[in-house]
């Protein structure tokens, strides 16, 4: 995979073999011999595996790269600033038992809002590299006679990179949703001098919760000038989009999330697979950055890359819930099922955790 040269860290390859090895995302898999791309013109300069170098081939120096992205706050009073929403505790057992849903679509908004998670789905697939044979690819390619050909049909051509790739891009986009119906809803309060029943703190927290995905894998790894123009572009795409959608439909908009979240499951569900699986190798034994470790309380001898995935993904099964609840109920009188008291405390109801989490939410009649 690497160009023949003289014995240095850095070399030359032509574009062709650059772009087998990065498009646009400069990856920091681990603390030592770590390996990073960067296209350029016609020729990448590429970083050998296991050769420490003073400097590295990103976009910003590896002396910078904390300071850029995460700048300490230089105050002489303030100690520590903690962030206002606690996460949940999650148990072991509660998240391994979440499973990979789909909510059976009913009305016709709830075909618009599956077609567009498909469209996008597609496009973030596209942009992302991202491509893992589903069970049926795997047959038609054995049957096919294609099983061992290294392609679409072979074993997943995933890797550690491009599993980076598509999480920052996925949360990134992620976190969108919820901060533009909490808003919405915000000003619509105090537009109509109406109370709103709970809905914005749930919706502002789960933007907060995407958001610490983003910098959690923003510790593992940074976007290169590609990614981050894909970014850019997305968010001033589908940020405009859904607050136009959401102004008017905004139950299809809640179902939307709702099956974008199936698909979010979907995604991590399969990278923990990966790791599983041994496909993974760097990951087998990476543990999860100080920031995960914190945000999550993640305890001794669970910090493992899997461990902070099955949290992950915990999160994206408790948004899934939530949008698909909130999608089934009257949005301007309502409250917030998911922060209620109930007059029945024993019967299970919704809540913060996922200790009652139901895979496809909850229907009106169960909560209100
Ligand atoms: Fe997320
Ligand atoms: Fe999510």
């Given at each position: 995979?690497?160009?023949?040269?003289?014995?240095?860290?850095?070399?030359?390859?032509?574009?062709?073999?650059?772009?087998?090895?990065?498009?646009?995302?400069?990856?920091?898999?681990?603390?030592?011999?770590?390996?990073?791309?960067?296209?350029?013109?016609?020729?990448?300069?590429?970083?050998?595996?296991?050769?420490?170098?003073?400097?590295?081939?990103?976009?910003?120096?590896?002396?910078?790269?904390?300071?850029?992205?995460?700048p300490?706050?230089?105050?002489?009073n303030?100690?520590?600033?903690?962030?206002?929403?606690?996460h949940?505790?999650?148990?072991?057992?509660?998240?391994?038992?979440?499973?990979?849903?789909?909510?059976?679509?009913?009305?016709?908004?709830?075909?618009?809002?599956?077609?567009?998670?498909?469209?996008?789905?597609?496009?973030?697939?596209?942009a992302?590299?991202?491509?893992?044979?589903?069970?049926?690819a795997?047959?038609m390619?054995?049957?096919?006679?294609?099983?061992?050909?290294?392609?679409?049909?072979?074993?997943?051509?995933?890797?550690?990179?491009?599993?980076?790739?598509?999480?920052?891009?996925?949360?990134?986009?992620?976190?969108?949703?919820?901060?533009?119906?909490?808003?919405?809803?915000?000003?619509h309060?105090?537009?109509?001098?109406?109370?709103?029943?709970?809905?914005?703190?749930?919706?502002?927290?789960?933007?907060?919760?995407?958001?610490?995905?983003?910098?959690?894998?923003?510790?593992?790894?940074?976007?290169?000038?590609f990614?981050?123009?894909?970014?850019?572009?997305?968010?001033?795409?589908?940020?405009?989009?859904?607050?136009?959608?959401?102004?008017f439909?905004?139950?299809?908009?809640?179902?939307?999330?709702?099956?974008?979240?199936e698909?979010?499951?979907?995604?991590?569900?399969?990278?923990?697979h990966?790791?599983?699986?041994?496909?993974?190798?760097?990951?087998?034994?990476?543990e999860?950055?100080?920031i995960?470790?914190?945000?999550?309380n993640?305890?001794?001898?669970?910090?493992?890359?899997?461990?902070?995935?099955?949290?992950?993904?915990?999160?994206?099964?408790k948004?899934?819930?939530?949008?698909?609840?909130?999608?089934?109920?009257?949005?301007?009188?309502?409250?917030?099922?998911?922060?209620?008291?109930?007059?029945?405390?024993?019967?299970?109801?919704?809540?913060?955790?996922?200790e009652?989490?139901?895979?496809?939410?909850?229907?009106?009649?169960?909560?209100?």
């Amino acid at each position: 995979m690497y160009a023949n040269a003289k014995p240095t860290t850095t070399v030359l390859v032509n574009k062709g073999a650059a772009a087998q090895l990065s498009h646009a995302v400069h990856t920091l898999v681990d603390g030592s011999g770590f390996t990073c791309f960067r296209p350029c013109a016609n020729y990448c300069l590429v970083q050998r595996p296991g050769r420490p170098s003073k400097r590295h081939f990103t976009t910003t120096p590896r002396t910078q790269f904390k300071e850029k992205y995460f700048p300490p706050a230089d105050t002489k009073n303030i100690k520590i600033t903690r962030p206002a929403w606690h996460h949940p505790v999650y148990t072991e057992q509660q998240m391994n038992a979440i499973q990979v849903a789909h909510r059976e679509k009913k009305t016709w908004s709830d075909v618009w809002a599956l077609s567009m998670v498909s469209l996008l789905r597609f496009g973030m697939d596209t942009a992302t590299g991202y491509s893992h044979p589903t069970e049926e690819a795997k047959k038609m390619g054995s049957w096919l006679g294609l099983s061992k050909v290294k392609s679409w049909f072979g074993p997943s051509p995933m890797t550690e990179r491009k599993w980076l790739i598509r999480f920052l891009f996925l949360e990134s986009v992620a976190g969108v949703p919820g901060m533009v119906a909490g808003s919405v809803r915000h000003l619509h309060s105090l537009r109509r001098l109406k109370r709103d029943n709970g809905w914005i703190e749930t919706l502002l927290e789960e933007a907060y919760n995407e958001r610490m995905h983003l910098l959690t894998f923003m510790k593992m790894a940074e976007p290169g000038r590609f990614m981050k123009t894909m970014i850019i572009g997305a968010q001033g795409v589908f940020y405009n989009m859904f607050f136009m959608s959401y102004l008017f439909f905004p139950r299809a908009c809640h179902r939307f999330v709702g099956y974008l979240e199936e698909e979010a499951v979907l995604t991590y569900t399969r990278a923990i697979h990966d790791i599983e699986a041994g496909r993974l190798p760097k990951w087998q034994q990476l543990e999860a950055p100080e920031i995960a470790v914190r945000y999550w309380n993640m305890p001794e001898g669970h910090r493992t890359m899997r461990d902070l995935l099955l949290y992950i993904r915990a999160d994206e099964a408790k948004h899934r819930e939530v949008n698909h609840t909130l999608g089934n109920l009257e949005q301007k009188n309502d409250p917030n099922p998911f922060v209620s008291e109930y007059e029945d405390p024993v019967r299970p109801h919704p809540s913060k955790g996922i200790e009652n989490i139901k895979p496809t939410g909850w229907n009106r009649e169960e909560v209100i």
